[in-house]
């Protein structure tokens, strides 16, 4: 597996394991869509590692897979493969995620809603 699969894999697994696919997907998404903007760094574990945008990642220990939750680990595999080779676009664009009962305040800016998660 190369490195940006890996982030993007872990990446998907701590912010929308048990979410529904189409979640998930959009969590790559935004990770995807900061990698192209000029305020976010270049490629995909720069966007995971920047500091204060996910509250898992602490150091580069945090991007190991995880030793739990094999099904999810392998399901976020899965998704992050599939979105590597096949882009999908079901954010319109969204630089951020929150969860729904967070995210409220960002409505003039919200793209859309999947799952637990508003996207804007």
């Known amino acids: 597996m190369n490195e940006a699969i890996l982030c993007l894999s872990i990446a998907i697994f ?5 979410e529904p696919t189409k979640g998930q997907y959009a969590v790559a998404e935004v990770i995807h869509n900061r990698s192209k903007h000029d ?3 270049k490629g995909y574990c720069d966007v995971v590692k920047q500091r204060g945008q996910f509250s898992w990642y602490k ?34 664009g969204a630089l951020y995620f929150n969860s729904n009962r967070l995210g409220v305040r960002f409505n003039k800016q919200l ?5 637990k998660h508003v996207f804007f």
Do not use: Q
């Open 14 to 18: 701590n912010e929308s394991r048990g």
């Open 111 to 115: 793209k859309c809603k999947i799952g």
């Open 59 to 92: 150091s580069s220990k945090d991007l190991k897979p995880p030793k739990h939750d094999k099904d999810a680990w392998n399901d976020s595999v899965k998704v992050a493969n599939s979105f590597y080779t096949n882009k999908t676009n079901y954010t319109k």
């Open 39 to 41: 305020d976010f760094p």
